[in-house]
């Protein structure tokens, strides 16, 4: 300040001009009052201002004895750096100060001052913090006090919500020499950025939009600090890591953050939900559900005995997720829901329960299909590996092309006459071989073929037959229309009628009079 008054008075002016001063025209009226021998009061929310503004004044012990510098760096380290709450509340307001807090290491004395005490045993804790306790309501904020550790145990993470209160460049400093220590739980610091993220990002598709660089910013940086095993991030739900490369898309995020975070949803597939999946678009989930494919197979490969393990619950998981989507993605084209399909490995659907349901929802929602449209659809699922209910359903459905329904039929008959070739075909866990053409024919030549070796049963059991439903006999009839004409030609299509098949049938006769329906 005798510096400045002095060139002021070489300069024949009254007036002092001071110039970027730091921390305004506040920090200096504490300056000012501190020369002047008033009293003054410093705190966690104005020391980094002040203490930037005395070293801009010079305010040093050269200047005299027991200067401003020297009082507030007392008050530093025997104060607000041994506060919990004081430190992070001096850390956040070093940003508005830069550079002159870095240069005076206000910035990285808060830092470790920080993770210093992240990293205290939990049990030790002395400080009150604050901490969001789910039985106390979702937005209720408890503050734990001394007094109240005997009832209350401070858990792990006590430290999370205090710190994601920072801006995400201070936020990620702390993070980084917390991790790096390799001394807390790297659960907890998985919790802790997933909490941030929930925090800081918007919901609202317009506000990450419109602060698309400083959201850019927070979804690399959260990449970047997420715990790992080798490549993979472990300690993170699939749903999370979902809804981050939703975020990394819509803000412009680096392609390879991108990319990591498309390999690591791949890695954990079988932990999403639909809903998860829905926010994405069709391209993107078939590139996820390739990657997942290829990595399985590449496991498999690498360990045969895997393939020999019934029920790979990981495959089978990801396989109800796929038929899941395929039933409620609305904006599927013909071709992105068979090209998806085809991607699930007939290992993963032992059961075509799922992706029965998605094709008769696809084919409700677009009736304008074609047949060939709908054959192509239909000759995705095998029927076989329908289950009771399903099958009854698909034998009723009038949206299926006729040679399905015929085909389900074929196999109900072969369950409901207790057939070895039921037990052969339902326990087949083999891709279907068979073209249509050859699946009809056969439906066809073993419907007849049975029906000479279920005359006494029929008698018994009161037909087979007569469990069909109305519309399964008005298709047999329709493929069959000799039926009821004679008593002969009721036998030879009697696994389409209500009525149970004559003892006596000619072999020669049915052969004479067989139907083809290829």
Not at 49 to 59: K, S
Not at 69 to 90: A, P, Q, T
Request: glycine content about 4%.
């Amino acid at each position: 300040m005798q510096r400045l008054v002095f060139e002021a008075s070489e300069e024949e002016t009254n007036e002092i001009t001071i110039l970027d001063m730091p921390g305004g025209h506040k920090a200096f009226e504490i300056c000012a009052k501190f020369c002047y021998g008033m009293t003054v009061t410093l705190n966690a929310y104005n020391i980094t201002a002040v203490r930037c503004a005395a070293e801009y004044l010079e305010m040093t012990e050269d200047a005299d004895r027991g200067n401003l510098i020297y009082k507030i760096e007392v008050f530093l380290n025997s104060g607000i750096f041994r506060s919990w709450k004081d430190s992070i509340i001096v850390l956040q307001t070093t940003r508005s100060l830069l550079p002159w807090s870095e240069d005076l290491k206000l910035v990285g004395r808060c830092i470790d001052s920080v993770s210093a005490k992240i990293l205290v045993n939990p049990e030790t804790i002395t400080w009150s913090y604050t901490h969001n306790r789910k039985l106390s309501g979702p937005d209720k904020i408890v503050e734990y006090h001394r007094e109240k550790r005997e009832e209350n145990v401070i858990p792990k993470d006590w430290w999370v919500e205090d710190v994601c209160e920072l801006e995400i460049d201070m936020f990620k400093r702390v993070m980084s020499v917390v991790k790096s220590s390799g001394r807390m739980n790297n659960g907890v610091i998985a919790e802790a950025l997933r909490y941030y993220v929930a925090r800081w990002l918007p919901e609202s598709m317009e506000s990450l939009t419109s602060k698309a660089s400083s959201n850019k910013d927070l979804v690399e940086t959260v990449v970047f600090l997420l715990p790992r095993v080798n490549i993979a991030m472990s300690y993170s739900s699939c749903s999370f890591l979902l809804k981050l490369l939703k975020v990394s898309i819509l803000v412009g995020a680096d392609e390879t953050v991108r990319e990591d975070l498309v390999e690591n949803v791949s890695l954990k597939l079988h932990e999403a939900s639909v809903k998860d999946l829905l926010i994405h678009e069709v391209e993107l989930v078939h590139r996820i559900v390739e990657q997942f494919m290829a990595d399985e197979k590449r496991e498999s490969e690498d360990d045969q005995y895997k393939e020999f393990v019934l029920g790979n619950g990981i495959l089978l998981s990801v396989g109800r997720l796929i038929d899941a989507y395929l039933a409620l993605n609305s904006d599927l084209t013909l071709t992105s829901f068979i090209e998806l399909s085809e991607l699930v490995p007939e290992s993963a659907r032992p059961i075509h329960d799922g992706l029965y349901k998605a094709i008769d929802t696809f084919m409700k929602e677009h009736p304008e299909l074609t047949k060939s449209e709908k054959k192509r659809l239909c000759g995705l699922m095998d029927v076989r590996k329908l289950t009771n209910e399903a099958s009854t359903h698909a034998a009723q459905n009038e949206r299926l092309p006729l040679r399905m329904v015929v085909q389900v039929l074929y196999f109900e008959q072969l369950r409901a006459n207790h057939s070895p070739v039921t037990s052969v075909a339902a326990s087949s866990h083999s891709p279907v071989e068979k073209t249509e053409e050859n699946k009809g024919e056969e439906a066809t030549k073993t419907v007849e073929l049975s029906k000479k070796s279920r005359g006494s049963k029929s008698t018994r059991s009161g037909g087979g037959a007569q469990l069909m439903p109305s519309r399964s006999r008005r298709i047999f009839e329709k493929i069959w229309p000799g039926k009821g004409e004679s008593s002969n030609k009721s036998s030879e299509v009697s696994s389409g009628s209500s009525q149970s098949p004559p003892a006596k049938s000619s072999s020669s006769s049915s052969r004479r009079r067989r139907h083809s329906i290829s």
